[in-house]
């Protein structure tokens, strides 16, 4: 079940509002709403079957799930069969979450320390 139908399955339930539901699984609270009104308007879901079809198969998918590795490694180790990139979408829809980059920081002079 893909994000936008369990957030409509909490707010349909009655178990949430969409703003709470969509907060719940990673979703802006204003997009879960007007998910919510056009659902309620047009009763449209996601197709199922919609959509590129995946290119890698859940054994190279597993590969892949391999923590503290970079994207270069995993994707020669697991022989995927798109790009670096793929291999990054691919991890962060496996693991449900959005990738972050480390923040830069800058080393204080030694006028700043004081």
């Known amino acids: 079940m893909d994000t936008k139908a369990k957030v409509m399955a909490l707010i349909e339930e009655g178990a949430m ?8 699984y990673g979703v802006h609270p204003r997009t879960a709403s007007r998910w919510w ?3 309620q308007e047009r009763r449209l879901t996601r197709k199922p079957g919609g959509g590129r079809p995946c290119i890698s198969t859940p054994e190279q998918d597993a590969a892949i ?4 590795s970079t994207a270069k ?6 022989n ?16 449900n979450t ?5 923040a830069i920081k800058y080393m204080k002079s ?3 320390k004081r």
């Open 110 to 112: 030694s006028r700043e």
């Open 17 to 24: 509002s969409a703003a709470s539901a969509g907060e719940r």
């Open 37 to 39: 009104k056009q659902y």
């Open 65 to 68: 799930r391999q923590p503290f």
């Open 80 to 95: 995927f069969p798109g790009s670096r990139e793929t291999v990054l979408r691919r991890i962060k829809t496996l693991a």
């Open 98 to 102: 959005k990738t972050r980059r480390a």
């Open 73 to 78: 490694i995993l994707h020669a180790r697991a």
